[in-house]
């Protein structure tokens, strides 16, 4: 089968989510012919490399900051998000026809509304190929969630972003074969017509188990110059550390991840808190951590620092909101409450009591193979491009 994938973003290094799943799509129909139809790295040498360990075809585009200025003035004319404008220039669209120069693919796959270009492209140029839509997360929800949180005038305009976006994923959702999502929630958010959606969760590698025993410290991982996590880390910093701190005066809190914002990096001058930035890999951070956290209260989709968390059989304490975001398989396996002084006890008691994080750890290592394990996501995968192929066996 012939297979064209078309992303917003270059999947290495797969620091975002939206990288991490292109990375999940290609590896899980690694049978097949695949077509990447990509934004061009920063290092020309990473096409090669991505080439290599895909075994995919990639067309990189570049796109220019006049470009994206004029995609953006042009979804302002036109009532678009702004999200698909930045995105829609025309370096994409000549990609996307060299691409299809190589022959009609079998089924398309469109990332995110931000590719909504690829929707209209297609459509003209091959409108019998039929689309799968993975919308990872509902952007409409992203944005709206975004705005009960802010001030005037930063809400209005969150607002007026959220309605664009979800007038675009109702056009999307009804264009698509199938609809993908990564939680029920978004799924849900999406509305996909004649029950032509479908959850397929991103994963999380398999990683050894951490020695609870001898870790200490409180970790938070992942993008921390992604928004909801940057907002996330604030609220922990005033409203959670300082009492935690007071009565375990000896606890650490390290930050590691990809590009760690500003408001980020001025937190390692709090006492006990250590930022390590643009770490290669996690696992030295996961095997030294006693418990995770995942304080973010916007946002959607799946908090890659819980499965990752879980993955390791690390504890993790959330806000609601995230908790929300990830399957019925999470039954009781993470703490989740949006109250300060139930998320101190809730560390203190993770801390001083390695049986108990341990028992948690367990839970949530449980939920992450029924849910989040690699091969149910390549599964995922697969159903949904067969979905799109034919309807009939969806």
Known sequence: MRILLITSRFPLPPWRGNQ??????????????????????????????????????????????????????????????????????????????????GGRPDV?????????????????????????????????????????L???????????????????????TAAAAVTVAVARRDLEALEPPGGRGLVVPVGAPEREETDLASADSVLLSGNLGYRPTVEGALWFASEVWPELRRRAPGARWVLAGARPARAIRRLAALP??????????????????????APMASGSG????????????????ARRWAAEGLSEAAGEALVADDDPAVWVAALLRLLEDPGEARRLGREGRKAWAAAYHPRAVAAGIRNAVEGGVDRDGF
């Not at 698909?84 to 994409?92: K, L, R, S, T």
């Not at 006990?272 to 956290?293: F, K, N, Q, W």
């Not at 799946?302 to 304490?317: D, H, I, N, R, T």
């Open 272 to 293: 006990g808190v250590e930022v390590h930035a643009d770490v290669p890999d996690l696992a030295p951070y996961l095997a030294s951590a006693r418990v995770a956290i």
């Open 302 to 317: 799946v908090p890659m620092k819980v499965l990752e968390a879980w993955a390791s059989g690390v504890p993790v304490v």
């Open 20 to 101: 991490v799943r292109t990375l999940e799509w290609l590896e899980a129909l690694g049978g097949h012919d695949r077509i990447l139809v990509t934004p061009a790295p920063a290092e020309p040498g990473l096409v090669a490399e991505l080439e290599a360990r895909s075994g995919a075809r990639v067309v990189a585009f570049r796109s220019t900051p006049s470009a994206a200025a004029r995609g953006l003035l042009g979804a302002l004319a036109t009532g678009r998000p702004l999200q698909e404008g930045i995105y829609n220039v025309p370096g994409a669209r000549a990609a996307l026809q060299r691409a299809l120069a």
């Open 150 to 172: 802010r001030p005037w005038p930063v809400a209005a305009a969150f607002r007026a972003e959220a309605r664009r976006c979800r007038t675009l994923e109702r056009r999307l």
């Open 108 to 148: 398309a796959v469109v990332q995110m509304l931000r590719c909504w270009w690829a929707m209209e492209a297609l459509g003209n140029s091959c409108p019998e190929v039929p689309v799968v839509f993975d919308a990872i997360d509902a952007m409409g929800l992203h944005f709206g969630r975004a705005a009960r």
